[in-house]
């Protein structure tokens, strides 16, 4: 986990605003709120909605204000989770130490567990408040989500990642296929954090070009975590990508090379940061973070 201060306390802040989503409702009566919740208190680094805080308070921004609003990541992601877990897609019976969504509640409970979440995290970039935030940039930021993680982000990266299995692709595309899979969601939370401290065009061009690199470690590192790592401190079962005939940067490139690949990319993320002065600050933590993380 992250524990560097301010970060370990805005993950918990984080933890918070998530259990306060849930509370007050008749779980035991519904049991598509007992699902959403199921998945999205189930743990996690929570580096999506941190980004938007981290950005946002490290370019003179009000990082915790903008916590509200970088909830809308985590509930998008958590619903991208539920559906790559499902067995039509990954078929994963194990996420975060624990069984995957529709092993408890079914498939077709999570696919519609999936679904409210997605469309909650589009009402709380429509409503959650951020001092300053007029109509014109709200608009922009849900458009610019609704472009990640649509048929031309996250989702177009799903597909690619169904389609290529088994088959033999090169690097430009498995890069491709993972910037968007994984990447856009990243950058969005990044560029939110941007949008909202108000930064200007050259500004947000460095944040993106850094949103780019570590959405494309992130994926790298988890490629080779799911050859390298351990089960128990992944929470999930290890060696899928294999069993599955999936492409990975390691089994493309070889791992040595694979971990000088992300050793490059945490560089280039840095050196964007190095641009506004940026490079040794709580943004370079969470790159590191991303690099050398176990799990």
């Not at 370019?59 to 909830?71: E, N, Q, R, S, V």
């Not at 790559?84 to 509640?105: Q, S, V, Y």
């Not at 992130?218 to 799911?226: K, S």
Request: hydrophobic fraction near 40%; charged fraction near 25%; charge should be negative.
């Amino acid at each position: 986990m992250i524990e560097q201060q301010p970060l370990g306390e805005w993950v918990d802040r984080i933890d918070t605003e998530l259990v306060r989503y849930f509370s007050g409702k008749d779980l035991s009566a519904n049991p598509l709120e007992r699902a959403m919740e199921y998945t999205v208190l189930a743990g996690g680094k929570r580096i999506r909605p941190l980004l938007t805080m981290v950005a946002c308070a490290e370019y003179g921004g009000d990082g915790p204000a903008a916590l509200p609003m970088a909830l809308s990541s985590e509930l998008l992601h958590t619903y991208s989770l539920i559906h790559d877990d499902l067995p039509c897609m990954d078929d994963d019976a194990m996420r975060r130490g624990k069984p995957t969504n529709h092993i408890i509640f079914g498939e077709a409970n999570a696919i519609l567990a999936a679904d409210a979440l997605q469309a909650e995290a589009f009402a709380i970039l429509a409503d959650a408040d951020y001092p300053g935030l007029d109509a014109a940039r709200r608009c922009s930021v849900i458009s610019e989500l609704a472009e990640a993680v649509g048929r031309r982000g996250m989702v177009a990266g799903q597909i690619m990642d169904l389609g290529m299995t088994g088959k033999t692709i090169n690097l430009e595309q498995l890069e491709l296929l993972h910037r968007r899979k994984t990447g856009c969601l990243l950058r969005f939370c990044v560029r939110l954090g941007g949008f909202l401290a108000d930064v200007s065009p050259a500004v947000l061009a460095n944040l993106t070009t850094y949103a780019n690199a570590i959405g494309l470690m992130f994926q790298v590192v988890d490629d080779l975590l799911d050859e390298e790592g351990d089960s128990g401190a992944m929470g999930k079962t290890m060696g899928k990508d294999h069993q599955s005939r999936k492409s990975t940067f390691p089994k493309l490139m070889g791992a040595e090379e694979a971990h000088r690949y992300a050793d490059r990319l945490l560089e280039e993320a840095l050196a964007a940061l190095g641009q506004d002065g940026k490079r040794d600050g709580l943004l370079g933590v969470i790159a590191s973070f991303i690099r050398t993380r176990n799990h």
